[in-house]
């Protein structure tokens, strides 16, 4: 309970949970709290740390309600992408629907259908394999495949819509 409550109060503070012994070394940075994945997202797609994205961010495990708004909006996302020295560049969902956009080089905010504007995830593009976007979904190293219609309605159905893609 102790170690809980300290580990809860280092992340509201801004120290980055440790991993697990399974996250260290892994190529698709994955989350380590329920509210990272700007975090995983930035890793994965600038193949840095963990911790290296999170001190770009100023990440803080804040309450659920605030973290969207405050801290993992397209905003935060292109300033922490510009302090890593990425030159961030906002496009189309054309450009990674026709597959012109540079895999593993193009951050996505995905909507949950079912919960558009409270319910947004970042996720990392990894291109098209057998006619489905590769996706890393930053829960494991396996990408999660959808179809074009799919990717459509993720990015699209809530707001902001915003997909960046880095040089």
């Known amino acids: 309970m102790v170690k809980t409550?300290?580990?809860w109060l280092k992340g509201l503070l801004g120290y980055p949970m440790p991993p697990q012994p399974w996250q260290v070394g892994e190529a698709l940075v994955t989350m380590r709290e329920a509210r990272d994945c700007l975090v995983a997202a930035i890793a994965t797609l600038l193949g840095i740390s963990y911790e290296a994205a999170h001190k770009a961010i100023g990440?803080?495990?804040l309450p659920s309600f605030l973290e969207s708004p405050l801290l993992s909006n397209p905003m935060v996302a292109v300033n922490s992408l510009t302090r890593l020295d990425?030159?961030?560049m906002r496009i189309g969902l054309t450009a990674v629907l026709n597959a012109t956009a540079a895999p593993g080089k193009v951050l996505v905010l995905i909507h949950d259908p079912e919960s558009p504007l409270l319910s947004q995830h970042w996720v990392v593009w990894l291109g098209i394999k057998n006619d489905k976007h590769q996706l890393a979904w930053g829960n494991s190293q396996?990408?999660?495949e959808k179809t074009s219609q799919e990717m459509i309605d993720l990015v699209t159905l809530g707001w902001p819509n915003c997909l960046i893609e880095v040089k």
């Open 5 to 7: 409550l300290l580990n």
């Open 59 to 61: 990440h803080r495990n």
């Open 86 to 88: 990425a030159h961030p």
């Open 142 to 144: 396996t990408p999660v």
